[in-house]
Structure formats: C-alpha cells, structure tokens
C-alpha cells in the first residue's frame, strides 16, 4: 500500500524557517516524481513545488521561488522542503504527492499545517 | 507562466443531476490537463489525468475532455458523495498551475 507522511510543520514566526518532510513507503520511491502542494482556505489549491525521481531537476512557484528548497534522500525514501523566510501567505495545509502520469499527484499525504504568525 | 481559469466558481445542484464545469488555459497545453476532487479534511483525489484518462478506482460517472486550451469535467449523474471542491491543474509547464476551484454544493 501506498503510503506518504508529512511532518515537521506547526507556529513560526514570519522570517522563520521550518523543514517539512515526507516519508515515502509502499512503492519504488526512486523512480517516481514528487510534488509539495499548498491549501488554504482563501485561495483552494497552490502547486508548490517538484523534484524528478533522481533529484536532478526541481521547479518552484514563483512565490516561493529563492525560499523554498526542495530535495530528497532516495536512500532513505524521504521527501524534503526546506522553507525560509516564511511569510504569513505561506501558511497552509502542505501536502507531499506522487507523481504520476501527465505528472498529475495520483497518492497524496494527509497533510501537515504550517502556521505562520506572530 | 501559464494560468488556469475554472468556470462556475460554485454551483447548486441535486442529485441525478448531470453537471459539467469548464476549465480554459491562457495558453495551449496540449492534454496536460488533470482534475481533482478535494473534500474538507482530506486529501485531494485524482480523478482524471491527461484530460480525459480516468484514475483508476474512479467511478465512470466522471468524465474528462478537452485539448489546447478548453477543456470539460463532466459528472453524468451526480451522486451524495461527489459534493466536494474539484480542481484543474495544467501540468504542461512549470510553475505547475491550479484552477481557482469550483465547489459543488446540494441544491
């Protein structure tokens, strides 16, 4: 069974950093894709983030561009985001995926909520 | 970067009924056109990928067309448990983009 789950988020203040992970198990971690994607309330879904299978290539939201970092350790089966200068707009559920075909997210995490506040 | 713009942003509807919600892209992106279904408190679920292959376990209720820049979700009967939030996201070139969302509420 595919499994993904999230930790590392909770209260920051903005300027803050927090890393968010994402352990994989239930499949060939190494070849698949994965994604970080936000929700909020206000603005529904938000792509975040994507990294290839061998980490090779990433791509950011604009948004996040220069203060998200995301990685992986294929080893350990464990997805990353690294998130600096956190601003109060990046507060949200975040969500690790699979990616799959036409690079939709076909499994997804039960979320971690980030709260950025003073 | 490409946006994506859903159509309606909610709608009423009752059960049996069929219901269609529209996503237009600013540029063309071919068939990489995929949608979810997000319900509160849960994770989003795929339903259709590629514009119109649907994900397997997905009833064939669902339905996806659409190429280039129109595209269409199309729930044939709709049933209690499809009243959710459902999202296009076109995946033909990054930044990755999502759709504003459409929420399906009873009639």
């Known amino acids: 069974e595919v499994q993904l789950v999230e930790s590392g988020g909770g209260l920051v203040q903005p300027g803050g950093s927090l890393r968010l992970s994402c352990a994989a198990s239930g499949f060939t971690f190494s070849t698949y894709w994965m994604h970080w994607v936000r929700q909020t309330p206000g603005k529904g879904l938000v792509w975040v983030s994507r990294?290839?299978?061998?980490?090779?290539?990433?791509s950011y939201a604009d948004s996040v561009k220069g203060r998200f970092t995301i990685s992986r350790d294929n080893a350990k089966n464990t997805l990353f985001l690294q998130m600096n200068s956190l601003r109060a707009e990046d507060s949200g559920m975040y969500y690790c995926s699979r990616g799959s075909a036409y690079a939709s997210s076909d499994y997804w995490g039960q979320g971690v909520l980030v709260t950025v506040s003073s | 970067d490409i946006q994506m713009t859903q159509s309606p942003s909610s709608l009423s509807a009752s059960v049996g009924d069929r219901v269609t919600i529209t996503c237009r892209a600013s540029?063309?992106?071919?068939?990489?056109l995929n949608w979810y279904q997000h319900k509160p408190g849960k994770p989003p679920k795929l339903l259709i990928y590629?514009?119109?292959s649907l994900q397997s376990g997905v009833p064939s209720r669902f339905s996806g067309s659409g190429s280039g820049t129109d595209f269409t979700l199309t729930i044939s009967s709709l049933q209690p448990e499809d009243f959710a939030t459902y999202y296009c996201q076109q995946t033909y070139s990054a930044p990755l983009t999502f759709g504003g969302g459409t929420k399906v509420e009873i009639k």
């Open positions: 590629g514009a119109s």
């Open positions: 540029q063309s992106i071919h068939s990489h």
């Open positions: 990294i290839f299978s061998d980490g090779s290539t990433t």
